[in-house]
């Protein structure tokens, strides 16, 4: 049966119950396309790092640290998520990172990930590409070859910097460009508009890379109009916000603009109160081609999985007609090859066929 109101060749999936809509949400096949690996970073790595780095942490035990991430906005989380970062130190503890996140993304049937990595909070500590980059490009490939999970890196520019120091970022991701897809932008977003860094996007998007950018997750919709008009990004990051001005809403629908949404992260940098009062099924019911990210796992309860089932658990106006437009929007926005998306497409259309 391959008939419903959206395209004649997608499953008639009108029909199916709630419970099978949550099996299905888990076990199709989905990209992540907003997640930080940095954000991966558990607080029992966090441990255990620290004592073969011979770090010491400001925290008893791994139940002490879990308890402080009790976050009031964005910045009050990246405090601790780059402090979190120093146990990072060695090649071996960046695969180490970037394996355990690939292991625990195949588990929700990730099939493609686009990870954003932070390289300012790196060589700010005397960590250089040298160290992390061959850590990330030989997780890349162990994922590939032994998950089928398809990886594709983005450098991110952190925008409480400096113009200069993007540029001197993106000098030295030069010789790693092969194994880069994309440059994004995030940190703190209040005060730190996206045309600080057109330079930086325009000579980004000159050496092959895509363009994506955090933008209206605090910051206003203006923030998600200079992105995509002076960054000339192709996603954007969060986004959430863009529901406070109608014309952009009508632009990001008339554009199909993907949005890379994170429902838990919303929720626990208080973006929303909670998961009811989420704004993601008026963002849909608008036409945006919205998607289900994790953003920072390790700090805000959950992964992909848990972002949309959690949700779909909240929000009874979702149900399957979203769930499939949510997965299939994932596949479509992502980077990877056609062939590719076209494969996982044909995949998740076969298991949702198989569900009616
Ligand atoms: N860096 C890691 N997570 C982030 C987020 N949610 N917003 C901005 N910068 C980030
Ligand atoms: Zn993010």
Known sequence: ???????????????????????????SPKAELHVHIEGTLEPELIFALAQRNGVSLP???????RKAYAFTDLQSFLDLYYAGCDVLRTEQDFFDLAWAYFQRAARDHVVRVEPFFDPQSHTARGVGFEVFMPAFIQAAQ?????????????????????????????DAAQPWLDHLIGIGLDSSERGNPPEKFSRVFARARE???????????????AYVLGALDVLKVERIDHGVRASEDPALMQRLAREQMPLTVCPLSNVRLCVVPDLAQHNLPQLLAAGLKVTVNSDD??????YVNDNLTEL?????ALGAAQAYALL?????????????????????????????
Not at 3 to 13: Q, V
Not at 212 to 219: F, P, S
Not at 328 to 338: I, K, Q, T, V
């Open 312 to 316: 779909f658990a909240a929000q009874p």
């Open 297 to 302: 796992p390790a700090y805000f309860g959950g």
């Open 1 to 27: 049966m391959i008939s419903d109101n959206l395209t004649p060749s997608r499953p008639d999936i009108t029909a199916l119950p709630v419970e099978r809509v949550a099996h299905l949400l888990r076990v």
């Open 59 to 65: 925290y008893a035990d791994v139940e002490a640290l």
């Open 207 to 221: 050496m092959g890379l895509h363009a994506v950018a955090h933008a209206g997750e605090e910051g206003p919709p």
């Open 142 to 170: 162990r994922a590939q070859d032994e998950l089928g999970l398809s990886v594709g890196w983005i450098v991110s520019v952190l925008r409480h910097l400096s113009e200069e120091d993007a540029l001197q970022m993106l």
């Open 328 to 356: 299939r929007n994932s596949l479509e926005a992502s980077f990877a090859a056609d062939g590719d998306k076209a494969l996982w497409i044909a995949q998740l259309d076969a298991q949702w066929r198989q569900a009616v």
